[in-house]
């Protein structure tokens, strides 16, 4: 089942001296399916932020239309958008934005307070996650007690909690050494394989190697996308590399 569409979506922004523009997006069409792990790469400045922001509803194409399960999120009501985000959206972002002030449980309890939801139905949520996220003996402590790598798994329980139709991620491993980023990733394959809808955003060849599907962006247009089909996370890895070397040198075209 198709579960996220965007058609056609372009995105002009006009500088704040001068009124020059500037292009982000040009005619950018993809589906998503339901269950699938895509991850979105391109060099800075392709486009793929832009995208990012304009999945999450956090800012409006210039024209195009993205839709959600069916919703055209792009026509939502700027007095509703915080709704629909915490009832369909989960986000990961590289930098965590946890609360210092709050616990690693409150931390991951706050879209359910935002929803007002009572405490047995979000303790409820949260114990079957905080086992498979291995964060049941922190959930007590600060941020500022705890590892780059734990901070990254309360992140992903506070995603998940809300049972989100799409999983947003940005650059989720970015600010992680490499074991914990491979804890990371194994977690998301494994909420991926559960049936969890995962779009992640990331420069890391590794990451993206974990995804199904691999959509390349190269000034504000899809260039190329790789379909895992029966390849390994290595073989993955490898069509990733190549293909990102021949976006580095300005090539059009990937055998």
Same mark, same amino acid.
């Given at each position: 089942m198709r579960?996220?569409?965007?058609?056609n979506l372009k995105k002009i922004?006009?500088?704040r001296f001068g009124g020059n523009q500037v292009q982000a997006l040009a005619n950018v069409s993809f589906s998503v399916e339901q269950g699938e792990y895509v991850a979105i790469m391109g060099e800075s400045?392709?486009?793929k932020t832009t995208l990012l922001n304009i999945l999450a509803s956090l800012d409006k194409p210039t024209s195009g239309e993205v839709f959600l399960d069916g919703k055209n999120i792009v026509t939502i009501q700027d007095s509703e958008i915080s709704a629909f985000r915490r009832d369909n959206l989960g986000f990961v972002f590289q930098?965590?934005?946890?609360?210092?002030? /709050?616990?690693?449980?409150?931390? &991951? @309890?706050?879209?359910?307070?935002?929803?007002?939801k009572n405490y047995e139905e979000m303790n409820g949520r949260l114990k079957p996650l905080a086992k498979r996220l291995e964060i049941e003996d922190i959930l007590p402590k600060f941020p500022y007690e705890v590892s780059g790598g734990q901070k990254q798994r309360a992140a992903v329980a506070r995603a998940l909690i809300t049972q989100p139709k799409l999983v947003l991620a940005d650059e989720p491993t970015g600010a992680l050494d490499s074991k914990a980023a491979m804890n990371l990733l194994k977690i998301f394959s494994g909420i991926n394989d559960l049936g969890q809808t995962i779009l992640m955003v990331t420069h890391s060849v590794a990451a993206a190697s974990h995804a199904n599907r691999v959509l /390349?962006?190269?000034?504000?247009? &899809? @260039?190329?996308?790789?379909?895992?089909?029966?390849?390994?996370?290595?073989?993955?890895y490898q069509k990733i590399s190549?293909?990102?070397?021949?976006?580095?040198?300005?090539?059009?075209d990937v055998e």
């Open positions: 579960l996220l569409e965007v058609k922004y006009t500088t400045g392709s486009g930098d965590f934005n946890l609360l210092d002030t /709050f616990s690693l449980q409150d931390n &991951i @309890f706050l879209p359910l307070v935002l929803a007002q /390349f962006i190269k000034d504000g247009e &899809i @260039f190329n996308q790789i379909y895992r089909g029966s390849m390994s996370n290595d073989d993955m190549y293909t990102l070397s021949v976006l580095a040198s300005g090539g059009d």
